[in-house]
């Protein structure tokens, strides 16, 4: 079988039906431009600009959190990643869907409580306003920046194989454009807009997966164990049954595979773009059944990913993926070519660049609201300022954040997203998290344990991942073999940055002199398990 998709049978209608190709490609566009125009009619207020309006039920946001959790790296990525390392890549799904119940159980419903619009309105709810906004704004921004570096390289790639672009200024010109078009989505559908943009496209990415899952099966005789025999049979670059076993990417570094486990695992409860989801429904029982509909949605959605990257890696080919323009991030259009031709392909596609616009608008405009609310609104302004000004400036932010993501995309093309995406999770676990839980659970929490949580957390994580092998020492890094400058071993930091990350919030709260009002402390407490007073203004 997968002699009959060979390199030559695969990329050779890739090239032959561009305008197939492109045709569905620009349909999704326009459907979701349509839904981003209508929705933004309705921005009148800072609140609807920044979640909606607090207007989508439960069940609606639970498709939206999960469309904007189902990213690139979920669906090319993973897919990939279990292609190309079999039993090791499947471990990324596991580490991303394990990570919602920490989100569940600890903070959804306090963060939904205690905030109004970002999540430096929970940690600076009972501390210093200037110095934990600014702090909790700059985790914000070097997490989406991350986050918006996976998606990025995801656009290239996938949009590369669609039109058989393999040289850098084609795949520049590609991020570009999906830049360009990220900016518009935001500028004018706002947080609704994104929503529903998030809805349909995790609708549809579900249903698409769903669908392929099906028909790799059938193929297989609705039999796993036969599936996964027939990907054993099809790898020839690495020895029968190591495609099923631990150890094919991580077995020579386990501590490699123990620090991306920590970052995934802890990661998602430190996300700002997700935990600004739950800011967008009316009452903290909705944020629950939000993330509990999440949950199942994306369960669902993982188990798919086994089966499509070991379908890949059984009808494509692992050489045949890392060979096609986008490298591993080609697994799943590829297996859709194999399955049901150019017209599959261009579909799947087509899902998953809706996947990447919907993402990336929603990575952008949580981090526009955080510098023009937390830094704009609340630090320059000093909370006196004027909605419609806040708006402005996040429209601003928005362009600017657009540009910084288009030139960082180009910079990580190849890379594989979901790693990408794991370095993300890793920044979030190790600046966010541990302020979050400090100030959600901890009394004695003080604003310089917070400060030196987040500002400790982000730099170590930041310069752990610049001197790894990330950057430099590998044919995969982003400036290739040749330059080496790799001091630190492994390329997720995550077993270094987050047990940091909680130190430093420890020690800087104990050797504070300045203790924090208890009273705000014990308003907190209230809010965050009750929700009494949440609807009220952040502002002491």
Known sequence: MNALHSLATLVKPVENNPVLNISIFLAFVAVTLIIVIRSGRNNKSAADYYTGG??????????AIAGDYLSAASFLGIVGAIAISGYDGFMYSIGFLVAWLVALLLVAELMRNTGKFTMADVLSFRLKQGPVRVAAATTTL???????????????????LLLGINDKLGQ??????????????????GMKGTTWVQIVKAFLLIIGALAMSIWVLAVN??????????????????????ILAPGLKYGTNPLDFISLALALVLGTAGLPHVLMRFYTVPTAKEARRSVVWAIWLIGAFYI?????????????????????PGGVNSAAPLLA???GGPLLLGFISAIAFATILAVVAGITITAATSFAHDIYGSVIK???????????????????????????????????????????????????????????????FTTRGAVWSMYGGLSSAVLLIIFSPVFSGTDTSMFGADVNFAIFPLSNPGI????????????????????????????????????HGAEKAVEH
Do not use: H
Request: aromatic share 8%.
């Open 54 to 63: 607090r207007s989508f039920t439960g069940p609606q946001n639970g498709f």
């Open 142 to 160: 070097a997490v989406c920046f991350f986050y918006l570096l996976a998606q990025m390289a995801g656009a290239g790639g996938l949009v590369s």
């Open 172 to 189: 520049s010109i590609v991020v570009t454009i999906v830049g360009a078009l990220m900016i518009v989505y935001v500028l004018v559908g």
């Open 221 to 242: 005789g609705f039999d796993l164990s036969a599936l996964l025999d027939s990907a054993v049979a099809a790898s020839t670059s690495v020895p029968a049954d190591a």
């Open 304 to 324: 798919f990913t086994l089966v499509l990257g070991f379908g890949a890696a059984s009808l494509v080919g692992a050489d045949t993926v890392l060979a096609a």
């Open 337 to 339: 070519l194999a399955l």
């Open 382 to 444: 000093k909370g006196k300022g004027n909605p419609d000004d806040e708006v402005k400036v996040a429209r601003r932010t928005v362009i600017v954040i657009g540009i910084l993501a288009i030139a960082g995309g180009i910079g990580v093309q190849g890379q594989n997203i979901a790693f990408l995406v794991a370095l993300a999770f890793a920044v979030a676990a190790s600046a966010n998290l541990p302020t979050i839980l400090y100030s959600l659970f901890w009394r004695g």
């Open 496 to 531: 270094i940055s987050i047990p940091l990350g909680f130190f430093l919030g420890w020690l800087g709260s104990v050797t504070s002199t300045v203790k924090e009002s208890p009273k705000l402390a014990a308003e907190m407490s209230v809010r965050s398990l009750t929700g």
